[in-house]
Structures are given as structure tokens and as C-alpha cells.
């Protein structure tokens, strides 16, 4: 079998300009590697093939005639299964949307499809893509490559771990309480949530989401590289008036001070000794590249957390209580009965509370960013979790939701952030990836990738 499903896609994308490989040769070898691999993960629940070596075709068949043949051209990426992707299930993970075929591509997809990317397949995601755990009762258990006692991260757990795997150098992922930093920290990736409005988004085969879903819920990438996060975004977010929400903001925004403030423990969250380390030692990459890092308290993030999981289960109440009865799923059932507990519901006095606050915070927020436009914090307060550790006791339920609060609390506000990988520590069940988050102002991820850039290598993958 070939190696290059083991290139980054800027290795890919270049060498296809030069002449040195064909889009063709690149997705054989990651169609064949998908082969090889994906059995024992599950990462990938539905291929593409033949529409793949079309794709790769068409790219080879411009290239040849001296047309430009996109930002991506040639490079295998997969979608989660969350996403219209025309001609395939949006599945979401559930046995009753198994058969609920897109007519037409998610505005991200067609995005990708423009900028030459060659779909290879669709990955996994729990069942309403409620976990930071992937597993399901259409699609089953996705497993991490890098250790299979440990979760692959959710929702776009799929994502990760076929990324990890070498099954495509960049996945499309979506993220609404860390559903694209967390697989990536789990799986020893990077991980880029973009801001609200920057990469356009909507599901024809759907209905618009409630406010929370609008105003909380972004796709984007996860790479090996941060290059290629680089390439992903800017490819995910070219324009398209279908997202009420799409902003057509510059990708490199005026020149900001290089200042990052580190936070070990925001808002006093429990933070373990491994992450701490990796944040310092993050901290000291920054400062030899000639970056200003000073110890900085953030504003306030648990009122962030709570104030987004309350709007997130009314609407959930509101918008998905039949449809998760309904599909019977059984960790989807013990999570939102354990998340309905932990967030009681509220009248519509409450939600107009919360929207208050979300304009108060955000405002905070972004005094702070504007005084330091990076803040260096962690991705999780724990190491990556044992695998399905949410359905265990209520108390592992409890330590799960408290370890996520930055993953959970920064949507609220909008803001990007970006999970970098640092490297591997001995964790209580083996080999654990470890890595730092970056946060910055609304459409400054080129400053987070810039940071990204200093802090994070390009990432191997999993043997």
C-alpha cells in the first residue's frame, strides 16, 4: 500500500501543483489505509469511493488543462455524519434518521467541495451528538487509536480518530460545548473552533435551530497540522448567504500586540498536574518566539458554563424531548436525564435572564482579549477521559461536566478557541494525549494560529 495517506494536506496540495503526485494516487491510498484501519475504530460508518476517485479525478483533469484547482485540491477529508452531505444520511447517529437523505450539500461541504477536497467518508457520532463520548445504537462504538481505553472525544469523535488514524489529513467537525477541541485533545490533535458567523453552516433535510443552537453551534476543522487547520478554515469558510449568521470577515485580522495571558485553573476549576505542565511549557514556546506571557485571572466562566447548558436543555426540552424517547437510545437517554437534573428547566422569564447575561459576559470577555489577545488555558481540566466514563456513577457524571467547563462556557460568548496537542504523558490507563487551548476576540483565529504555529508540532499518526 502506498504512504501517502500519511501526508498533511499543505504536502498534499503542494505536491499536487508541482506535478509530483495525482489526486488519484492520494485517494486510492487513503481509500486502501481506510481498508487497513478503520475496522477495529469505527471511525468512518459510510464510504464514499467511487464519488471520492471522481473528485480526485476532476482535480487531476484541471490540473493537467493548467486550470486552479482549489486551496484543497486533491486532499481526502471526511464529514460527520451531522452534516447534508447530498446523496448520504444525516444520520446524527440515530436509527430514525437512517434513511433521511440530503438532496443537497451543508453549505460547509459545498464549501469543500469548491475548494477541491475529495470526500472519502462520513464519521460517527453519538447519538444526537450529546457526548463527548462516541458511541450509538445505528452506527456503534468509535474507538481512539492512539488508545483504545481512552474516549476519542465527542461529538465528532468519528472525525478524530479517523484523522489520528491517517484515514484523511482533515475532517470537517461542528462544535457547540467542545465537540471539535475535545476529540482532537482526546485523539492528540489539532482542533480549530471557529467564531460565530465565520464558516457558513445550515442542514436543508432540518428546520432552523433555536437561539442557543444558532448562536452557540459552529463547524471546523481538526487536523495533524496547524497549517492545515490554516487551509481547512479558510476553505470551510468562504461566503454563503444561506447561514443567517455568516459574517464575510477578513481571515487575518489588523496587527495585535504579542501578549498572552495564562491561566492554569479559570474560574477555579480543578486542573490536573499533567495539564498544568503542558500549559507552562506552552507558555515558555510562546516566550522564546518573543511572545509577553503573564498569569492572568479570565472573567467569569462557570456562570458562562451554566448560563449555556440552561439554554441548551430548554431548547433541547423544547426541540428533541419526543425525538430522544423516541430513539430509545440508551447513553443518550442517561445523559440528558442526568443533564435535565444538573439544569432544572426555566420559564420563558429565565431564558430572557440568560440572554441578558450572554451580552453581559460576552462583553467582559472581550475587554479582556482586547488587552490580551490570547489566553493560554486548558482544553480540560482532566486528561482525556476513560472511555463511556459519563454512563458510569453519577459521581464520574458530575467530574466529567465539571472538567469541561472551558469547553462548555467559551461557546456562549461566541468566541473561537483552538485545542493545540503537546504530546503523549503516562496517564491511569496508558499512553494519554495532552494538549492546551488558545482563545482570542471574534474573527481573530489568525492570531490563535499564529499562537497554534508556536506551540504545536506537526502531530504523527497513530502506528
Not at 485523539?187 to 464558516?199: D, F, N, T
Not at 419526543?322 to 436525564?337: F, Q
Request: with cysteine.
Amino acid at each position: 500500500m502506498s504512504d501517502l495517506w500519511n501526508l498533511t494536506a499543505s504536502e498534499i496540495t503542494s505536491q499536487i501543483h508541482t506535478g509530483d503526485i495525482t489526486a488519484r494516487a492520494v485517494t486510492e491510498a487513503v481509500l486502501a489505509r481506510i481498508d487497513t484501519v478503520n475496522p477495529p475504530l469505527n471511525a468512518v460508518i459510510a464510504r464514499c469511493d467511487a464519488e471520492a476517485l471522481a473528485a480526485a479525478d476532476a482535480v487531476d483533469a484541471a490540473h493537467a488543462a493548467g486550470q486552479a484547482p482549489g486551496l484543497l485540491a486533491g486532499v481526502p477529508i471526511t464529514i460527520k455524519v451531522n452534516a447534508d452531505q447530498a446523496g448520504y444520511a444525516t444520520t446524527n447517529g440515530l436509527r430514525t434518521q437512517k434513511d433521511l437523505i440530503a438532496t443537497q450539500d451543508n453549505p460547509v461541504v459545498a464549501n469543500l467541495r469548491k475548494a477541491g477536497a475529495v470526500i472519502v467518508g462520513r464519521t460517527n457520532t453519538p447519538a444526537f451528538s450529546l457526548r463527548w463520548f462516541t458511541r450509538n445504537s445505528l452506527h456503534g462504538h468509535t474507538k481512539n487509536p492512539r488508545n483504545p481505553a481512552l474516549t476519542p472525544g465527542g461529538s465528532s469523535g468519528g472525525a478524530a480518530a479517523a484523522v489520528a488514524a491517517g484515514m484523511g489529513p482533515l475532517a470537517h467537525g461542528t462544535d457547540i460545548a467542545g465537540s471539535v477541541r475535545y476529540p482532537a485533545y482526546a485523539c492528540g490533535l489539532h482542533g480549530l473552533r471557529p467564531s460565530l458567523g465565520r464558516v457558513p453552516a445550515y442542514n436543508f433535510t432540518g428546520v432552523d435551530r433555536h437561539i442557543g443552537g444558532q448562536l452557540m453551534a459552529v463547524a471546523g476543522p481538526i487536523a495533524r497540522s496547524i497549517a492545515d487547520l490554516r487551509l481547512g478554515l479558510e476553505a470551510m469558510a468562504a461566503p454563503d448567504l444561506r447561514d443567517a449568521w455568516y459574517m464575510p470577515a477578513p481571515l487575518r485580522g489588523p496587527d495585535a500586540p504579542r501578549r498572552a495571558a495564562l491561566c492554569l485553573a479559570p474560574d477555579g476549576m480543578e486542573v490536573a498536574p499533567e495539564i498544568k505542565t503542558a500549559l507552562r511549557d506552552a507558555a515558555a514556546r510562546l516566550e522564546a518566539a518573543g511572545w509577553i506571557v503573564e498569569e492572568q485571572d479570565t472573567p467569569p466562566l462557570r456562570e458562562a458554563m451554566m448560563r449555556q447548558l440552561t439554554l441548551w436543555l430548554a431548547e433541547t426540552r423544547r426541540a428533541a424531548d419526543a425525538a430522544i424517547r423516541t430513539e430509545d437510545d440508551p447513553d443518550a437517554n442517561l445523559v440528558y436525564e442526568r443533564l435535565s437534573a444538573f439544569c432544572p428547566p426555566v420559564d420563558v422569564n429565565g431564558l430572557l435572564d440568560t440572554l441578558q447575561a450572554r451580552s453581559r459576559l460576552a462583553r467582559e470577555w472581550r475587554a479582556f482579549l482586547s488587552d490580551w489577545p490570547v489566553l493560554l488555558c486548558p482544553v480540560s481540566g482532566e486528561l482525556p477521559f476513560a472511555d463511556q466514563r459519563d454512563v458510569g456513577s453519577q459521581a464520574d457524571f458530575d467530574a466529567v461536566v465539571a472538567a469541561q467547563m472551558a469547553q462548555i462556557g467559551l461557546p456562549f460568548m461566541g468566541l473561537p478557541s483552538l485545542s493545540v496537542a503537546t504530546g503523549t504523558v503516562t496517564g491511569p490507563h496508558g499512553p494519554t494525549p495532552v494538549g492546551v487551548q488558545l482563545v482570542a476576540n471574534q474573527f481573530r483565529e489568525d492570531l490563535l494560529l499564529d499562537a497554534g504555529e508556536v506551540i504545536g508540532d506537526t502531530v504523527p499518526v497513530s502506528s
